[in-house]
């Protein structure tokens, strides 16, 4: 039996894992253009500000793929003839034939609306491959931290296209013989926001500009995100919010500013983190896409051709309220990973999505978000708090018809798993509030939950 | 303001200072040549007549405190804005002042013994040996017999070996402080777990193995000629290899190349003892489930070598034995997914001890 994965990450790399397990005389192919080593990619800032090396954000020991016996393929995969059963490689390389395939190509960043051109300014990037981060590391630092790049870095340059989102963009740092001085971020999601903590980490006092009212409105409430970018103002980080990007300046070469509706911005770096998409275009019409790109997939994580799965994030599929679409999810592309593994070997396998829940750390503020946060629900209500003592906190508690149906909690640390059993079982606003420190996940001797009475 | 989470980023591997080049190996030939002057040599001996301190060991205490604070000052400007680690490396310099330098210090002045109160078998073995019990006054006497005997499991039991490891002992406390910049240098590799496996229970068995000689000895063996003879040189052999070669030159001479903590996870004869108690206590690291996003920062910034994301990402709440408890990993990591806590008492069962468990079949 040929298993052939294309992608190293989260999805890929579990499914290879688990077919391993059960077949140990199983052929397993994975294509990967990006990396020779299955990482962590949520771990890139980390890599940029020089808190880990690349090996630390690789969660297997670089041996694996000998000791287990998989086949690498370091090259961009550029189609599937569904009829052969092969997968097209660039670089004039031989087709890869399968038995059964698994598409786990992740994300690529989103297409920039202003913008087009890498070849044009140098100086303008994005911030989610390892190709990106080298670039971003060379503007911002000059190159990669004492711990090195990651190995083979070009190996795949022998076989990949111009429009691949895994080439090395042009630095504008070396042809200006200066680093860079005034970085400029474009979005106002995740990703955005840590492009801007590594500039600020770097010593920069990075431009962050946001077409709406308020930054990752799809997370933070108005008052969160203000609450937030308060503290951002206090590291020396410029917010820019209701900035629409109209264009880039450029002078020989070189990016020099962001044209916005509101006014140019002076930069040097500029860092379009405006999202992502499913990396799918490469497919054509051999599977079923849907309109955010993303493979569709029934809850088999089978694709519309024979014999081909999805999972991770270039998956669509059925989420818990009915609507199809892609989950860009670390857990969800290592779960998705993991059950089409048993759908390679044959399982009759069901995908489930669970209540949506997600955690993360905006400079130093921890975010927590269970159930449904932001959906703007008919007959929604929200009850929001503010925690001031030795701790600062914000409760954001999102409830219909007297029961509760979300938390968006910075702050404090809380176990999702409690929020979302309280959720399930129909408490009313005031119980939670009442019991929230029960769900409490803080660390030893962080004084507990102190909200003021009348507060609400 | 935040009591948990790392405030700011690290530039960790930027820093030439706080990686394998040329001025950290330098770095660590200087302090195995400090620590080789100071075993094997007397030349210190005039450095501390020069400060008025009465012999070498006062010197080397007094540099100890003295490094130890320089460190902790900087560990607290890294990672205090947690809680946990001000009241931890607080403690850790009061102890290593109060009891590891101060008291014994004056206590000879009072007519009383040199004593190192914060110290217990086998770390300090020879405070077991008839020979020295004999000549403690009563109640340091029984104060060794206790800690070592009920004070240590109990603790261990309760609270897991951090009471010591972290909180208290004197080469935690080094690895702590002044260790601190190095944490990341310590290896997660299979290979390593399995080295420390073997190393740390032979040196366990040999400590035994002494302390089982010298009871002999002092309970009669002594008018055995060729047996008394055995015994001193057993003595000498472990005060030797373990007692300086270890702990002290190698111990702390590596720090800056291979980690703070390679005497403790490795050779230390009381980590054995309190990992193994630990195992069958409270203590434990809780994992959120499903929260994870592997980045590795716990498994990095782990001083032990532990692969903590190995069990965040398997939704695995765990205790291992050689966990000393510092905090670090609920601390770097970004989705506060780990958690330190004295759970309920029950027997645990290590079902991964491999560093890399998600491969382990």
């Not at chain 2, 002999?216 to 472990?238: C, M, N, P, R, S």
Request: proline share 4%.
């Amino acid at each position: 039996m040929d298993i052939v994965i294309i992608g190293n990450g989260a999805a890929g790399m579990n499914a290879a894992l688990d077919v391993r397990k059960r077949h140990p005389d199983w052929s397993i192919t994975l294509i990967s253009e990006e990396s020779d080593h299955f990482f962590s990619r949520t771990a890139l800032m980390w890599i940029h500000s020089g808190q880990l090396s690349h090996a630390d954000t690789e969660p297997l020991e670089r041996d694996v793929y000998a000791r287990l016996n998989f086949r690498r393929v370091r090259a961009r995969a550029t189609g599937l003839d569904t009829t052969a059963k092969k997968v097209l490689l660039a670089g004039g390389l031989e087709p890869v034939p399968y038995d059964r395939l698994l598409v786990a190509c992740g994300s690529r960043p989103r297409p920039t609306p202003f913008w087009s051109g890498y070849g044009e300014l140098a100086g303008v990037g994005h911030f989610v491959t390892h190709q990106d981060l080298a670039w971003y590391e060379k503007e911002v630092h000059g190159g990669p931290s004492l711990a090195g790049g990651p190995p083979n870095a070009e190996a795949h340059l022998a076989a990949t296209t111009e429009d691949s989102p895994y080439q090395f963009r042009p630095v504008a740092a070396e042809k200006r013989g200066r680093l860079a001085k005034e970085v400029a971020v474009i979005g106002g999601g995740l990703i955005g926001i840590e492009a801007v903590e590594v500039a600020h980490a770097a010593g920069l006092h990075p431009h962050f500009l946001i077409r709406e009212e308020w930054f990752w409105p799809m997370a933070l409430s108005k008052a969160e995100s203000t609450w937030i970018a308060a503290r951002m103002a206090e590291h020396g980080v410029q917010v820019h919010l209701e900035h629409e990007i109209e264009g880039l300046n450029g002078a020989d070469g070189l990016v020099t500013g962001v044209k916005t509706n509101r006014g140019d911005i002076p930069a040097d770096c500029v860092v379009i983190a405006i999202g992502v998409v499913p990396n799918t275009e490469w497919l054509g019409d051999a599977v079923e896409r849907d309109k955010f790109g993303g493979i569709v997939v029934d809850e088999g994580l089978r694709t519309s051709a024979e014999g081909v799965f999805a999972a991770g994030d270039c998956a669509s599929v059925r989420w818990f309220n009915g609507v199809q679409r892609p989950e860009q999810l670390w857990y969800t592309a290592r779960d998705q990973g993991k059950l089409a593994a048993c759908a390679l070997m044959g399982d009759a396998v069901t995908y489930k999505r669970g209540s949506f829940y997600n955690s993360a750390k905006l400079f130093d503020i921890e975010w927590t978000q269970a159930g449904l946060v932001g959906f703007d629900l008919e007959d929604q209500e929200e009850t929001y708090l503010e925690e001031q003592g030795a701790v600062r906190s914000t409760i954001r508690v999102v409830h219909r018809r007297g029961e509760v149906i979300g938390f968006n909690l910075l702050g404090r640390r809380y176990d999702h798993t409690v929020l979302i059993r309280w959720i399930n079982e129909r408490r009313s606003p005031d119980w939670v509030l009442e019991h929230l420190h029960e769900a409490s996940f803080d660390t030893e001797f962080v004084p507990a939950l102190s909200i003021a009475q009348g507060g609400r | 303001m935040y009591a948990q989470g790392q405030d700011g980023l690290m530039n960790t591997y930027r820093s030439p200072w706080r990686n394998r080049t040329p001025r950290t190996y330098a770095l660590s030939a200087t302090i195995i040549g400090f620590y080789c002057l100071l075993y094997f040599t007397d030349v210190l001996e005039p450095v501390a007549q020069a400060v008025k301190l009465q012999n070498k060991w006062y010197l080397y205490g007094a540099l100890y405190c003295v490094f130890m604070t320089i460190g902790g000052i900087y560990m607290l400007r890294t990672h205090g804005n947690s809680r946990y680690h001000k009241l931890r490396i607080t403690v850790n310099i009061l102890v290593q002042i109060v009891l590891g330098f101060t008291l014994p210090f004056v206590m000879p002045f009072f007519g009383g013994k040199e004593f190192y109160w914060s110290y217990f078998w086998p770390l300090k073995y020879d405070y077991f040996f008839p020979d020295t019990l004999w000549g403690l006054p009563w109640y340091m006497a029984l104060y060794t017999l206790l800690g070592s005997l009920v004070l240590t499991p109990v603790l261990a039991l309760a609270f897991g070996k951090r009471w010591y490891c972290s909180w208290v002992c004197g080469c935690g406390a080094l690895a702590n402080t002044f260790g601190d910049p190095w944490r990341h240098m310590t290896s997660s590799s299979t290979a390593s777990w399995r080295f420390e496996k073997y190393s740390i229970h032979a040196v366990l068995l040999f400590i035994l193995g002494l302390t089982g000689i010298m009871l002999v000895d002092g309970f009669g063996g002594k008018q055995i000629g060729w047996f008394h003879e055995l015994a001193g040189q057993t003595k000498w052999v472990y005060g030797f290899f373990v007692g300086s070669v270890l702990s002290g030159v190698i111990g702390t001479g590596v720090y800056p190349v291979l980690g703070p903590r390679i005497w403790c996870r490795n050779f230390c004869p009381m980590a054995a003892i309190l990992g193994i108690t630990q195992k069958a206590g409270r203590f434990r690291i809780a994992v959120k489930p499903d929260m994870c996003i592997s980045c590795g920062n716990c498994t990095t910034y782990c001083e032990m070598g532990i692969d903590v994301r190995a069990y965040a990402q398997q939704n695995e709440s765990f205790t291992r034995a050689s966990c000393v408890g510092c905090g670090m990993c609920a601390h770097v990591c970004p989705r506060g997914v780990l958690k330190l806590e004295n759970g309920a008492l029950e027997l645990n069962t290590d079902k991964a001890a491999s560093g890399q468990l998600s491969i382990d079949f």
